[in-house]
């Protein structure tokens, strides 16, 4: 069994008789629909619509737990309180930490982001053992999932840029949230065009932090890197006209190659053509 101890991570309790209504009228995840086992992500937008927030939620006994950066819990937790008004729900923080396993997965709930590109890997709170972080963010990396903070900045990325979309973390069939009518839009228009592609090159790459270039054209900024590999989330239709065109894709000065993860179903577009997912 392969486990990490995410120390960074802390867990917010939403309890009482209104939590669910609470929290399903607030964030973009589904939450009347979560079934119980399983750790979904999502976020609480800014009216603007992007991510103000992003975490994991489950259900836990008669309430949920939230999952999130350890730096962001209070923040949160501030937020959550501003909209709560008169509502039964109580918010309290609930330990930090939380270990991740898979290869093969221990007890917990299981991880709906890393299910979607089919590995099995479960969260639970605490620490139940750990080799070490590497690993676990090696494996999120092959998996072309992002994280915020690692790979974007809070309030700078909408809902399809990280794929909350494909990763059950965005629902499309309940009433409205913070944020929903541009997502919505987003949705409708087929106007995303910033994705999480995977990024490769023949030598180790550059930091995080560094530009994306295609032509002299920004695509984007790289996000996480393990050696060779590395994730970011890039405008995808110039990317794909730089690859029809065969024009190098580069990060920094070193040419890299740029894919967009299988199971997401997406293609890159050309020629004004719309990304399919």
Sequence with gaps: ????????????RVSGTDAEGFLHNLITTDVTGLPPGEARPGALLTPQGKILFDFLIWRDSDGFLIEIDA?????????LTLYRLRAAVTLAPAGQG????????????TDARFAK?????????????DTGTDAYHALRIRAG???????????????HDVLLDLTQGLSFRKGCY????????????????RRVVRVEADQPLPATGTEL???????GTLGSVDGVHGLAIVRIDRAGDAMANAVPILAGDIPVRVALADW???????????AQA
């Design 145 to 159: 999932l992002v994280e915020a903070g690692r790979d974007y900045p809070l309030q700078d990325a909408f809902p």
């Design 213 to 219: 270039t295609a032509g002299g054209k920004p695509l």
């Design 178 to 193: 913070v944020g929903q009518e541009v997502v919505s839009r987003m949705q409708h228009r087929g106007t995303a065009r």
């Design 1 to 12: 069994m392969t486990d990490a101890f995410l120390a960074d991570r802390a867990l917010l």
């Design 98 to 109: 939380i270990t991740v396993s898979w290869e093969p997965a221990a007890e917990g709930v």
């Design 264 to 274: 997401t179903g997406l293609s890159f577009p050309t020629g004004g053509d719309e």
């Design 117 to 129: 590109a089919g590995i099995t890997l479960t969260r639970r709170p605490g620490e139940h053992g």
């Design 71 to 79: 730096d962001q819990l209070d923040a949160l937790t501030k937020r």
